[in-house]
């Protein structure tokens, strides 16, 4: 019997994406990019592993899953059966392993490839993406891995990488994580449409991103640190004045002693998405102090580097 397994590694908003277009297919108000992002030795990511089996069951982490968000993901279950024309059973297991935040982009993104290359579906990446997103909003990040983008044309959605892993190796990043209760994805997306300047905001994500590609185009790393960090404030300023703070007292005293010392000469930066983390990202030819900066919160933290594309394999039972 064959079993498949697949791995991706959990993303990061470059670019925020905040707001459905359609809450049933998880798609995005305006455009958006993102980092797919692991551990140095890629211990922090989700694996998934599909067999057949008598009857339909999936099991996350151990439990039965039972989230609201989990009517997506069997949503993509019976899509890519009816695909395949695939009329039996599937057991699936799925693992977070160690994953700070973008548990969903991740745990999205393997389980449309492991479900691809059990059932033979011969989707592509640009297919897989779209199917993925059925299970999270950002599912793209993980399934494309390095940079990627979200790009809303003419009413068209185009997701594609704009820079590999090896292309942005050069990149160095601390995740730090706090103890705290993170918002939830869905309460964000759906508070933050109804904040006054919404369209306003939606507007200058656009122009980021305009600013972003030149970026990449120029190999400007440093470039697109800064537009992560700054949309990264425009994001956040939008989601506390509609009730949906994610950064706390003390995230905000570890992002406010980056931003020090960069005006002290180091050229680092910060970023925040819906989880209690902060990440600190600079280029590694500042990465010891970097970590001289990081170790001096006196706070657990993990040492993290741009992950590849979702991947898979098979094994025969």
Same mark, same amino acid.
């Given at each position: 019997?064959?079993?498949?397994?697949?791995?991706?590694?959990?993303?990061?908003?470059?670019?925020?994406?905040?707001?459905?277009?359609?809450?049933?297919?998880?798609?995005?108000?305006?455009?958006?990019?993102?980092?797919?992002?692991?551990?140095?030795?890629?211990?922090?990511?989700?694996?998934?592993?599909?067999?057949?089996?008598?009857?339909?069951?999936?099991?996350?982490?151990?439990?039965?899953?039972?989230?609201?968000?989990?009517?997506?993901?069997?949503?993509?279950?019976?899509?890519?059966?009816?695909?395949?024309?695939?009329?039996?059973?599937?057991?699936?297991?799925?693992?977070?392993?160690?994953?700070?935040?973008?548990?969903? %982009?991740?745990?999205?993104?393997?389980?449309?490839?492991?479900?691809?290359?059990?059932?033979?579906?011969?989707? %592509?990446?640009?297919?897989?993406?779209?199917?993925?997103?059925?299970?999270?909003?950002?599912?793209?990040?993980?399934?494309?891995?390095?940079?990627?983008?979200?790009?809303?044309?003419?009413?068209?959605?185009?997701?594609?990488?704009?820079?590999?892993?090896?292309?942005?190796?050069?990149?160095?990043?601390?995740?730090?994580?706090?103890?705290?209760?993170?918002?939830?994805?869905?309460?964000?997306?759906?508070?933050?449409?109804?904040?006054?300047?919404?369209?306003?905001?939606?507007?200058?994500?656009?122009?980021?991103?305009?600013?972003?590609?030149?970026?990449? %185009?120029?190999?400007?790393?440093?470039?697109?640190?800064?537009?992560?960090?700054?949309?990264?404030?425009?994001?956040?300023?939008?989601?506390?004045?509609?009730?949906?703070?994610?950064?706390?007292?003390?995230?905000?005293?570890?992002?406010?002693?980056?931003?020090?010392?960069?005006?002290?000469?180091?050229?680092?930066?910060?970023?925040?998405?819906?989880?209690?983390?902060?990440?600190?990202?600079?280029?590694? %030819?500042?990465?010891?102090?970097?970590?001289?900066?990081?170790?001096?919160?006196?706070?657990?933290?993990?040492?993290?580097?741009?992950?590849?594309?979702?991947?898979?394999?098979?094994?025969?039972?």
């Amino acid at each position: 019997m064959e079993r498949i397994e697949a791995t991706a590694f959990p993303g990061l908003p470059v670019v925020f994406a905040e707001g459905y277009r359609s809450v049933e297919d998880r798609t995005s108000l305006h455009s958006h990019a993102s980092f797919a992002l692991t551990s140095i030795d890629e211990e922090i990511r989700t694996e998934t592993s599909i067999q057949q089996s008598v009857s339909d069951s999936f099991t996350l982490d151990g439990k039965t899953l039972i989230d609201s968000r989990s009517g997506g993901i069997f949503r993509l279950i019976d899509e890519m059966k009816s695909l395949a024309g695939y009329g039996g059973g599937l057991e699936i297991t799925s693992e977070n392993r160690g994953i700070l935040s973008g548990s969903s %982009d991740s745990g999205a993104a393997a389980l449309a490839l492991a479900l691809n290359d059990f059932l033979e579906a011969g989707l %592509d990446r640009k297919s897989l993406c779209q199917k993925a997103r059925l299970a999270s909003e950002t599912a793209y990040r993980s399934v494309l891995g390095g940079l990627s983008i979200y790009e809303i044309s003419g009413g068209n959605v185009s997701e594609y990488q704009l820079m590999s892993e090896k292309e942005l190796r050069d990149l160095a990043c601390f995740a730090i994580p706090f103890d705290t209760q993170r918002q939830k994805a869905d309460v964000i997306h759906q508070a933050v449409v109804k904040h006054p300047k919404y369209l306003e905001n939606a507007k200058i994500a656009e122009e980021n991103l305009v600013q972003l590609k030149n970026c990449v %185009d120029d190999k400007d790393l440093e470039g697109i640190l800064s537009i992560m960090e700054s949309d990264a404030k425009r994001a956040h300023k939008m989601f506390g004045e509609v009730g949906c703070n994610v950064i706390t007292p003390m995230m905000r005293e570890a992002c406010v002693r980056v931003e020090k010392a960069r005006e002290d000469g180091l050229n680092v930066f910060w970023n925040v998405a819906g989880a209690s983390v902060v990440y600190v990202f600079s280029l590694n %030819d500042y990465g010891e102090e970097v970590f001289k900066l990081v170790a001096g919160f006196n706070m657990k933290h993990v040492q993290m580097k741009v992950a590849s594309p979702a991947l898979s394999k098979s094994f025969l039972k």
